[in-house]
């Protein structure tokens, strides 16, 4: 089961929201959760006491706490979820680039539309079960893909870069045969998770913690055709 969340100050548009979602999910043969937050401050204060929602829908214009300031807030903390915003005004989509939003979606939203944006959620949901097996010294080790910020090759050794590194005697060609459509080669010696990454240019990808990598010439056009089909 997953659980998803409907955060908006109207409750006539939190119960439309929700109750599309529980159409599509019938129809996907998917089983949720669904909750609703009448303001971004309720959504926060629950996250932060269980940390369990996989699927935001969060309305940018309320009173008190922004959708956009509750996005960033929660980016601090680390929160993984997909965010989906709902907004009636085009001017806030630049605002979706900085805490990785999915979507947006303007209001009043179609069932077509959403139903769109939840098949990608699901998809995105999917990847985030698959894992590399690492064998460390002290054990094995399952390391979820989505965490890995990037991989660097040294010799006859990969490092995987995620909340901690890890080293493992394998080579980057074999490991990449494990890793899913997030992940883009832009070096001889550098995989990097597409989600990471901020800017790119012609000898560089920036990736959102600051941490700067080559990029091969040759791969730049790739990169920005995968980064486009990602987001």
Sequence with gaps: MYRFAVCDDSSADRAY?????REWSSRAGILLQIDEY???????????ESNTVDVLFL?????????????????????????????????YI?????????????????????????????VRLK??????????????????????RYLEAMKNYVTLHAAEEYSVKRSLSELVKELDDSFYKIHRSYIVNLRFVKKITRAEVMLKDGTALPLSRKLYEGLNQALIRYF
């Design 94 to 122: 630049a605002e979706g680039y900085d805490v990785e939003a999915l979507h947006y979606l303007i209001k009043p939203v179609t069932g077509e539309k959403l139903d769109a944006v939840l098949d990608r959620a699901a």
């Design 38 to 48: 009448p303001s971004a401050e309720a959504f926060l204060f629950a996250y932060e």
């Design 59 to 91: 309305d940018i214009e309320m009173e008190g706490m922004s959708g956009v300031e509750l996005a960033k807030r929660l980016r601090q903390i680390g929160a993984g979820l997909q965010i989906v915003f709902l907004t009636g005004y085009m001017e």
């Design 127 to 148: 990847n985030r079960e698959n894992a590399l097996l690492l064998s460390l010294p002290d054990g094995v080790l399952r390391l979820p893909l989505y965490e890995i």
């Design 17 to 21: 929201v929700a109750g599309l979602i």
